[in-house]
C-alpha cells in the first residue's frame, strides 16, 4: 500500500516536472521571438533612418544650390532673356537682353519689347492673373535705337526674377484682351554692358573731393545729352555725380532702381545721382516731359577714369 502510493507520488511529480519543463520552453521561445522582432525593428529602423537621413540632406543641399545660384552681388547686369514664344520677345534693338538689377538680393529685369501690343504682365499663371486684386506689372514707354539709327516707341516692363538660369512663369495680356500662360528664362548676367568688372576703377583710391570727368552716353533718340566733362563728388570711395541734360524736360532719373528727382526748377535739368564705377557702364533711365505723355528712355553713361581732375586744383 505504501509502495503504490509512493509510485503514485512519483508520477505526480513527474508529471508536474514536465509541464514546467515544457512551458518553460514554450516562454523562451516566445522571449526569444520578441527578441528577435525588437532587434529587427531596431536594425530596420537604423537602416530606413540614415536613409531618409541623407535624401533630407539632399534636398536641403539642392535647395541652397538653387538659392546660391539666384544670388548676386547688388548692382547693375545685362542679362538674356528668352522666352518659349516668338510673338513674345525683347525688342531686336536690345540683342535679346535686359538691364538687371539687384537690390538687396531682390532681382528686377528692365525688358523693353517689339511693340505695344502686350499691354500687361504678370508673374505667374494667366489664371490667377485674371482675378480680382492680382497685381498687374504695368507698361513703361520706351525709346529703342536700331542699328541703322531708326527709333520705335514700345512698351517696357520691370520683371521681378525669382531665379538666374531656369524658367519661371510670366502671363501676358495683349490687346484681345486674353490672357496667356509663358516660360521665360534670364540668364548669363554680366556686370555693365561687357562684364569686364577688372578694368573697373576703383574709387577708394580717390581722396574726398570734387572733380570733373568726362563722359560718353549711348542710346535714346541720340538728340538729348549729358553735359561733358560732369562735377563728381567722392567722400569715403563713394562717388555722386552732378548730370546736366541738353533739355529742361526730364523731371526724374532711375539708378539701380531708385527715383532721383531733378534738384533745379530752371534752365535745363540737373540731377545728382551716385556712381558706383568709372571706366564701367551704367544703366541710367531718365523720364522726359517733352512729349504728349511722360517716356521713360534707357541710356548707358560711362565715367572715364582717366578724365578725373579735382575741382579746386585743376590737377
Request: with cysteine; charged share 20%.
Given at each position: 500500500?505504501k509502495?503504490k502510493?509512493l ?5 505526480i511529480?513527474g508529471?508536474l516536472s514536465?509541464?514546467?519543463l515544457?512551458?518553460g ?5 516566445a522571449?526569444?521571438?520578441v527578441s528577435a ?5 531596431a536594425?530596420q529602423?537604423s537602416?530606413v533612418a540614415?536613409?531618409?537621413s541623407?535624401e ?5 543641399v ?11 552681388p547688388?548692382?547693375s547686369?545685362t542679362?538674356?532673356?528668352s ?9 531686336e534693338?536690345?540683342?535679346?537682353k535686359g538691364t538687371?538689377?539687384v ?7 528692365h525688358?523693353?519689347?517689339?511693340s505695344?501690343?502686350?499691354l500687361n504682365l504678370?508673374?505667374?499663371l ?7 486684386g ?5 507698361p ?11 527709333t520705335?516707341?514700345?512698351?517696357g516692363?520691370?520683371v521681378p526674377?525669382?531665379?538666374i ?8 495680356i ?5 490672357w496667356y500662360?509663358h516660360?521665360?528664362?534670364v540668364?548669363?548676367p554680366?556686370?555693365g554692358?561687357s562684364?569686364?568688372?577688372?578694368s573697373?576703377f ?8 570734387s572733380y ?5 552716353m549711348?542710346?535714346g533718340?541720340?538728340?538729348?545729352s549729358?553735359?561733358?566733362?560732369a ?11 552732378t548730370l ?5 524736360n526730364y ?5 539701380n532702381?531708385?527715383?532721383y528727382?531733378?534738384?533745379?526748377k530752371?534752365g535745363n535739368s540737373?540731377f545728382e ?13 531718365g523720364?522726359?516731359?517733352?512729349m504728349?505723355?511722360p517716356h521713360e ?5 560711362t565715367?572715364?577714369?582717366d578724365?578725373?581732375q579735382s ?5
Amino acid at each position: 500500500m505504501k509502495a503504490k502510493t509512493l509510485m503514485n507520488k512519483i508520477i505526480i511529480v513527474g508529471g508536474l516536472s514536465a509541464c514546467l519543463l515544457f512551458g518553460g520552453c514554450g516562454a523562451g521561445q516566445a522571449a526569444d521571438a520578441v527578441s528577435a522582432e525588437s532587434t529587427a525593428t531596431a536594425t530596420q529602423e537604423s537602416t530606413v533612418a540614415p536613409a531618409e537621413s541623407a535624401e533630407a540632406t539632399a534636398e536641403t543641399v539642392a535647395t541652397e544650390a538653387a538659392q546660391t545660384k539666384a544670388q548676386l552681388p547688388d548692382g547693375s547686369y545685362t542679362a538674356e532673356f528668352s522666352t518659349d514664344s516668338s510673338m513674345f520677345h525683347v525688342s531686336e534693338a536690345c540683342d535679346g537682353k535686359g538691364t538687371l538689377t539687384v537690390k538687396d538680393g531682390i532681382m528686377t529685369i528692365h525688358i523693353s519689347l517689339g511693340s505695344k501690343k502686350i499691354l500687361n504682365l504678370y508673374p505667374g499663371l494667366a489664371e490667377d492673373a485674371a482675378k480680382d486684386g492680382a497685381v498687374l506689372l504695368e507698361p513703361t514707354t520706351d525709346t529703342v535705337t536700331y542699328s541703322d539709327g531708326m527709333t520705335e516707341e514700345v512698351y517696357g516692363f520691370d520683371v521681378p526674377v525669382p531665379v538666374i538660369g531656369e524658367e519661371f512663369d510670366l502671363a501676358l495680356i495683349g490687346t484681345k484682351g486674353k490672357w496667356y500662360d509663358h516660360k521665360v528664362v534670364v540668364s548669363a548676367p554680366v556686370a555693365g554692358d561687357s562684364g569686364d568688372t577688372g578694368s573697373a576703377f576703383d574709387l577708394s583710391t580717390v581722396e574726398n573731393g570734387s572733380y570733373t570727368i568726362e563722359l560718353t552716353m549711348e542710346g535714346g533718340s541720340g538728340r538729348a545729352s549729358i553735359q561733358s566733362p560732369a562735377q563728381i563728388t567722392v567722400a569715403d570711395g563713394a562717388a555722386t555725380a552732378t548730370l546736366e541734360w541738353s533739355s529742361p524736360n526730364y523731371d526724374y532719373m532711375l539708378v539701380n532702381g531708385e527715383k532721383y528727382l531733378a534738384v533745379n526748377k530752371e534752365g535745363n535739368s540737373v540731377f545728382e545721382v551716385p556712381v558706383e564705377a568709372l571706366d564701367a557702364p551704367l544703366t541710367m533711365i531718365g523720364d522726359t516731359v517733352a512729349m504728349s505723355t511722360p517716356h521713360e528712355v534707357e541710356y548707358t553713361v560711362t565715367f572715364h577714369s582717366d578724365t578725373l581732375q579735382s575741382a579746386e586744383s585743376g590737377k
